[in-house]
T-cell receptor, first 114, second 114 residues
């Protein structure tokens, strides 16, 4: 298995632009998580899905952030419009709920908003 | 929800010495406690976990202990090596009630000096 796949690995954009981050979870996993990591705030859970349904989006910073999971093998995290304070590393992780919740993380997307 | 506290935030040790990282949790329903290691430029990766029906678990140079009464658990690394240098995260969850969500500590930056 290739593990969790994220794209792009690096994204540099200008303030005000739309940014879309993509994630392909491990096949067969039924929970998917989006995290944001910064030095100041550590590892923050933004939103998570179970069986493609959003369960808790209370970590989403504001309305500029949105996430979708149209099917079991794909999810997106969108920021529109982007701001410099959105600069961070964004991780996607997936897990099989029945397997004691071990989460497998992707390599992350490093986002820089100028 | 669950609250996980982790200490220390940074830890420096000499190669060959032991390192101990401690975490506390607040929800008595939590029953799964994984530890993740994050190397520079990578996503966190599970290194060891413990379930609430066990007090201690070992895997070569790493061990975890759990005290359910006091609601704390610890990671012990013996005979540390420079390649152990990384950020370590503890986490807690309640299997079956959180649909796969893990509650993470803030992380400990471990540096092992040769």
């Amino acid at each position: 298995d290739a593990g969790v796949i994220q794209s792009p690995r690096h994204e540099v954009t200008e303030m005000g632009q739309e940014v879309t981050l993509r994630c392909k979870p491990i096949s067969g996993h039924n929970s998917l998580f989006w995290y944001r990591q910064t030095m100041m705030r550590g590892l923050e859970l933004l939103i998570y899905f179970n069986n493609n349904v959003p369960i808790d989006d209370s970590g989403m910073p504001e309305d500029r952030f949105s996430a979708k999971m149209p099917n079991a093998s794909f999810s997106t995290l969108k920021i529109q419009p982007s701001e410099p304070r959105d600069s961070a590393v964004y991780f996607c992780a997936s897990s099989l709920e029945e397997a004691y919740n071990e989460q497998f993380f992707g390599p992350g997307t490093r986002l820089t908003v100028l | 929800g669950e609250n996980v506290e982790q200490h220390p935030s940074t830890l420096s040790v000499q190669e060959g010495d032991s390192a101990v990282i401690k975490c506390t949790y607040s929800d008595s329903a939590s029953n799964y406690f994984p530890w993740y290691k994050q190397e520079l430029g990578k996503g966190p990766q599970l290194i060891i976990d413990i379930r609430s029906n066990v007090g201690e678990k070992k895997d070569q140079r790493i061990a975890v202990t759990l005290n359910k009464t006091a609601k704390h658990f610890s990671l012990h690394i013996t005979e540390t090596q420079p390649e152990d240098s990384a950020v370590y995260f503890c986490a807690a969850s309640s299997r079956g009630s959180t649909l796969g969500r893990l509650y993470f500590g803030r992380g400990t930056q471990l540096t092992v000096w040769p």
